[in-house]
């Protein structure tokens, strides 16, 4: 039984698995990563609160799908090693998620900008034909449209708020719209997935969310900024500077003390 | 800073811990609108599957007897036993009462 090209099919299955699962898992946890900070220093302790029970939610979904993606790979990384012990370019998470918080503004639009691009992927990735992203999408999408109603009720409220709160809101939504190009470009993981129908064609996504943020946008009586050729491609692992910053505060423990625990 | 930050309304939160119970009184949060007190609620008081309902009212609606009345409302009742449904046997089956 050497060779056999049902082994080989299945191996190279397994890889674009591993890939899909990193992609989906670094985006949820980059995100966790980037709310985390706000632990300490939100607004107010209810919405410290809110960040951080968001943040769990997203470390929740990055937990399971880097679990998933050491158990393919075969090689014996866990979740951990997967988090902590790669390098910025072996993550593929969107640019967006590593985007840093500026300031309140920016973190509700950045939050908002995903959780309706989360809540169309989840939706339809329940018809995944590898039933761990099935089960995934399952759970995740109940989380999502919770994020999706608290940043969404914030984008509206800041937005049609006071005139410092509707600029601030405006700028973020200026400096982020760029990286949203990149959730339903073709050329990565996720294209390769639709083809072997583990999950949805990420152009197919864009017309909901679409439909979705331009309704909440008009409510909050905020700009939808132009479409820009610039693309950032964290998904092909072409990432800002943000995320090496990012990846050093969050992976100093165990890369200094390699194995340590609590 | 010229602006003096003003804390948001207080509120009032009632959480039903499962179907056929009573919303009962948790705590309090702060928010600036029913939608966002209803989030603060859930996320501080149902972190641990505290509830499957939530309740959420503007302290400022609640009107509160007068502590200094508490003698002339309550007291009257103390002398009246025989209001206390005592003198019956309970079913084991009644749950919750």
Not at chain 1, 203 to 215: D, G, M, P
């Amino acid at each position: 039984m050497s060779a056999s090209p049902a082994i080989v099919t299945h191996s190279a299955s397994a890889e674009l698995r591993f890939r899909y699962a990193t992609y989906l898992g670094d985006t949820s946890l980059i995100l966790a990563q980037r709310l985390g900070e706000w632990v300490g220093h939100a607004p107010a302790l209810e919405e410290d609160l809110a960040l951080a029970n968001i943040a769990l939610d997203l470390l929740g979904q990055a937990r399971y799908l880097l679990s998933y993606a050491g158990e393919i790979e075969g090689k014996g990384r866990s979740e951990d090693d997967l988090a902590f012990l790669r390098d910025p370019s072996d993550f593929s998470n969107l640019a967006l998620v590593e985007q840093p918080n500026v300031d309140f503004g920016h973190t509700i639009v950045r939050q908002f900008l995903l959780d309706a691009w989360q809540l169309e992927l989840f939706e339809k990735l329940q018809a995944s034909s590898e039933p761990r992203f099935a089960e995934l999408a399952a759970k995740a999408l109940k989380e999502t449209r919770y994020h999706y109603r608290f940043s969404a009720g914030w984008v509206v409220r800041l937005g049609d708020g006071t005139e410092e709160s509707h600029n601030r809101v405006q700028a973020g939504l200026d400096a982020l719209w760029r990286f949203t190009s990149e959730m339903f470009a073709p050329g990565a993981a996720d294209e390769e997935a639709a083809a072997a129908g583990l999950g949805p064609d990420p152009a197919s996504l864009r017309a909901a969310w679409l439909a979705n943020v331009e309704q909440v946008l008009q409510t909050a009586t905020l700009k939808r900024p132009a479409d820009v050729p610039f693309r950032w491609f964290g998904k092909r692992h072409q990432h800002t500077d943000h995320l090496s910053h990012l990846l050093a505060e969050m992976q100093f423990m165990q890369r200094t003390y390699p194995g340590a625990q609590w | 800073m010229s602006q003096q930050r003003k804390q948001w309304p207080l509120w009032e939160v009632f959480i039903r811990a499962r179907s056929g119970l009573e919303h009962k009184h948790v705590g309090s949060i702060h928010a600036v609108d029913a939608r966002m007190a209803i989030e603060h609620a859930r996320d501080l008081y149902t972190r641990r599957q505290e509830g499957v309902s939530i309740w959420v009212v503007r302290s400022s609606d609640i009107t509160a007897s007068d502590p200094g009345e508490a003698e002339a409302l309550f007291e009257p009742a103390k002398d009246k036993i025989y209001r206390h449904p005592t003198f019956y046997a309970i079913p084991d089956e009644v749950k919750n009462l």
